[in-house]
């Protein structure tokens, strides 16, 4: 299962929210990338989410392999909370 989203952290995800943000994907059962242009990286790895370089206004997916959107759902409300989204 995959979803768009747009960035909206005023500093993009740089290395506090970075860190953050794959602490809380690395809680997940399910494998989990985050998609940018035509790279895909390991949302549980610090060094492939910091590699994208994501700023402000950038478009991302997320791909969760799994089909509990629960999982999904989890991690919008992640995102959304932390002002990411």
Do not use: C, W
Request: glycine letters at 4%.
């Amino acid at each position: 299962m995959e979803k768009t989203f747009i960035l909206k952290a005023d500093n993009g995800l740089h290395a506090r929210p970075a860190t953050n943000f794959v602490r809380f994907m690395s809680t997940l059962p399910s494998n989990v990338y985050i998609i940018h242009k035509d790279f895909a990286a390991d949302a549980k790895s610090i060094m492939a989410v910091m590699s994208m370089g994501l700023s402000k206004g950038a478009s991302f997916r997320i791909k969760v392999e799994s089909e509990n959107q629960d999982v999904m759902s989890q991690i919008e409300a992640y995102m959304l909370e932390n002002h990411l989204i």
